[in-house]
């Protein structure tokens, strides 16, 4: 929902993590688009678009 993307990564050693990484880069203009588009919608349903689990309503024909 910004104009940049982050990236995490753990830094390990064996099988601890001792660090992580931290990087940040400015997102193309789609995703610039795409995340000014979502900021414009209702806040009401958000995590679902993200996640991809919105459930879409059938119309009226075929219902009945």
Same mark, same amino acid.
């Not at 940049?4 to 990484?21: A, D, N, Q």
């Not at 979502?38 to 009226?60: D, F, H, N, S």
């Given at each position: 929902?910004? *104009?940049?993307? #982050?990236? #995490?990564? &753990? !830094? =390990?050693? $064996?099988?601890? @993590?001792?660090? #992580?990484?931290? $990087?940040? $880069? /400015? =997102? *193309?203009?789609?995703?610039? =688009?795409? /995340?000014? /588009?979502?900021?414009?919608? &209702?806040? @009401?349903?958000? =995590? /679902?678009?993200?996640? $991809?689990? @919105?459930? !879409?309503?059938? &119309?009226? !024909?075929?219902? !009945?």
């Amino acid at each position: 929902m910004s *104009d940049f993307t #982050v990236t #995490v990564m &753990p !830094e =390990k050693t $064996g099988r601890r @993590v001792t660090g #992580v990484l931290i $990087g940040w $880069g /400015a =997102k *193309d203009i789609e995703g610039r =688009k795409a /995340a000014y /588009a979502e900021l414009q919608r &209702p806040r @009401v349903g958000r =995590k /679902a678009r993200i996640t $991809g689990t @919105v459930e !879409e309503m059938l &119309p009226p !024909e075929v219902i !009945e």
